[in-house]
């Protein structure tokens, strides 16, 4: 158990909808990390929070977006959903801004749009 | 930008060694994990190289050779569990998350 908890496990939703993942970090890490992983691909980095504060942005479409809220949860949305947006989205979290140190993953988001 | 390169699938033999190569090219370096994944769970962290040589961590090894851009990950003793996906990662000088580059992995395979 890494200590940072995703919800929901499992989404089954259709196009064009919008869906909200949720990621709650470990105790005391500030920093959490968005990623998204499709069945051909890596780990995709979206955008990182740090103290409730953007700090860095990957390939994330402007169709998603995320935010910190201040007990650290942190939320990604994704709308107008695609086909092509079914993947597993994770959630990871660090103790600070950057820095040595490893990410500790959430369980997972599996998402899927029909 | 990095360019992470690591061999789409091995097999081996349960108690066998297997070592798992990958090449980065990046602009800046600041560290080298690896992660294990089994399929359809989380990544969890293996090890961490940041200065050439070996890094010994049980059965797991991990070694670093910045002038090439080359790591690898050895695995001894194969055992049935250790069946799973193998990420090499790279961070960049800045240490910041988009820094910090994914390879799209190395699916294991133990046979008895």
């Known amino acids: 158990d890494s200590g940072v908890t995703q919800t929901p496990k499992h989404l089954i939703t259709a196009t064009g909808q919008r869906v909200t993942l949720r990621c709650s970090p470990r105790?005391?890490?500030?920093?959490v990390y968005w990623y998204q992983q499709s069945l051909d691909q890596g780990l995709q980095f979206l955008i990182q929070?740090?103290?409730?504060?953007?700090?860095a942005k990957g390939n994330i479409l402007e169709r998603f977006s995320a935010q910190q809220f201040p007990d650290l949860h942190s939320e990604l949305n994704l709308s107008s959903l695609e086909l092509g947006d079914s993947a597993l989205y994770f959630c990871?979290?660090?103790?600070?801004?950057?820095?040595?140190?490893?990410?500790?993953f959430g369980e997972g988001s599996r998402l899927t749009v029909l | 930008g990095q360019n992470i390169d690591q061999p789409t699938e091995m097999t081996a033999t349960e108690g066998a060694i297997v070592q798992i190569n990958c090449t980065y090219q990046?602009?800046?370096?600041?560290?080298l994990f690896w992660y294990q994944q089994h399929a359809g769970e989380a990544p969890t962290f293996l090890s961490y190289?940041?200065?050439?040589g070996l890094e010994e961590k049980g059965r797991f090894s991990s070694f670093l050779s910045r002038s090439k851009g080359y790591s690898y990950l050895l695995l001894k003793e194969l055992q049935m569990k250790d069946s799973a996906s193998y990420l090499c990662?790279?961070?960049?000088?800045?240490?910041?998350?988009?820094?910090?580059?994914f390879g799209k992995g190395t699916h294991l395979i133990i046979q008895p």
């Open positions: 190289n940041v200065l050439d």
């Open positions: 105790s005391g890490d500030l920093s």
């Open positions: 990662a790279v961070r960049d000088r800045g240490g910041g998350a988009d820094g910090l580059t």
């Open positions: 990046t602009s800046g370096f600041n560290g």
């Open positions: 990871a979290s660090h103790t600070g801004e950057y820095g040595p140190g490893e990410l500790f």
């Open positions: 929070y740090y103290n409730g504060e953007e700090r």
